[in-house]
């Protein structure tokens, strides 16, 4: 009995001991390593890669941004503000409904199949109101320009970066719509489009956030 009842201390101890030690190695000495490296190497991205304006921080380069007139009256769906660049469609963002004392945004993708009416019908009206609102005088969009990212949100809803081609189509009105020479606001974008990553992986991109940044202090100097 005296035996039994030793070696059931003797297998709690080792048990404590490692849970313990464990926790010590796994819960505060590794995170501690792990930040620590994050933010000696890459402190920028270890923060959440923070974009700061004005001394402020104004969102992040990994979550993209509506820039969208106030609602009027008896609206459901705010429009656009044409004199920033327009990100992508973001339809499948939900709300939050269940805990409504934060104002939250759930990410999401529209799950939608390519055969979806829905589907169909959001991407039409999407390439229509692409067409329409980059056309001004002296520049007209032709419905072959409109590149698919310009008519169908991402699997989060929050794509921070379009492609060079979306950006491009928007130059005119954004020159129109701002009072800058369009030669200047095709230099913004190009400074702005970084290339595949490594040179091979993914596809040319804009980030709309720092782009629209940089657009307002061109404003403000012009």
């Known amino acids: 009995m005296n035996n039994s009842v030793t070696n059931t201390a003797r297998l709690l101890w ?7 030690v464990l926790t010590v190695i796994c819960g505060v000495l590794y995170p501690l390593a792990v930040t620590g490296v994050a933010q000696g190497i890459f402190p920028g991205r270890a923060n959440g890669s923070e974009i700061k304006a004005d001394g402020k921080v104004v969102g992040s380069s990994l979550i993209g941004q509506a820039y969208n007139l106030p609602l009027k009256k008896g609206q459901e769906t705010p429009e656009p ?13 939900g709300t939050n409904s269940v805990n409504t004392q934060y104002k939250l945004i759930l990410s999401g993708a529209t799950n939608r ?8 019908k959001w991407v039409k009206d999407a390439k229509a109101a692409v067409i329409k609102d980059n056309s001004v005088p002296g520049y007209t969009v032709k419905p072959a320009d409109v590149p698919a990212e310009a008519v169908t949100s991402s699997g989060s809803g929050l794509d921070p970066d379009i492609s060079p081609d979306y950006a491009d189509i928007q130059v005119h009105r954004i020159a129109e719509k701002n009072g800058l020479p369009v030669a200047q606001v095709q230099k913004l974008v190009d400074q702005h489009t970084d290339g595949r990553t490594l040179g091979f992986i993914g596809e040319p991109r804009v980030n709309v956030l720092e782009l629209n940044i940089a657009l307002k202090e061109l404003v403000a100097k012009s």
Do not use: E, Y
Not at 14 to 20: D, I, K, P, Q
Not at 81 to 93: A, E, I, M, S, Y
């Open 81 to 93: 503000d044409l004199k920033w660049f327009q990100g992508r469609p973001q339809n499948g963002l």
């Open 113 to 120: 199949s390519g055969d979806n009416a829905d589907l169909i």
């Open 14 to 20: 080792a048990g404590l001991r490692a849970l313990l």
